[in-house]
């Protein structure tokens, strides 16, 4: 299970004998039992040193392997602030979208601006504050005027505009 084998010829009663079972070294796997090598982990995939497997497992959702990285197979690395990866097995985390962020490392899901904050950029680690007199849209993507009546969340009656709707009755 997860190890290969081979054989060895005994000189002295000229015949082979199984040697094994051997264990593949971290970051490798056997393709089957009866496999006479190992073969390495597939981008995305990890195996720890001294194990017995037949396959590599998936790094976990808010992790990747980096294939830039000679330990790329032998461990799963936690996405930086500012990317999370939502699936199993990848080799690369992806950037918070806008209207989103990714506060810590290992994010599995990015999460979304609230209040009167917003992300106009892909990766942010922190949402942006809108400043006076401007909200969030939507999608929290970006601030937008407040109504002149101040009505909108966030946003404070313009007591200027106030005063000149009622001058202007």
Known sequence: PGVWSG???DMINATEQPVGPRHCNGGLHAADPGSTACAECEPGRF???GGMYTECTPCPAGT???P???ASALL?????IGQYQPEVGQQECVPAPKGSMA??????????CT??????YEGLTECEECPPK???DALHETCVPCSAFGSDEGCEVDSMTVLGLGGAA
């Open 103 to 112: 506060s810590a490392i290992g994010l599995d899901t990015p999460q979304p």
């Open 7 to 9: 054989t060895t010829c």
């Open 115 to 120: 209040g009167n904050t917003v992300a106009p």
């Open 134 to 136: 401007l909200r969030p």
């Open 47 to 49: 195996s720890l040193p």
């Open 64 to 66: 990747m392997t980096d």
């Open 76 to 80: 799963c690395m936690s996405c930086e």
């Open 68 to 70: 830039s990285t000679s």
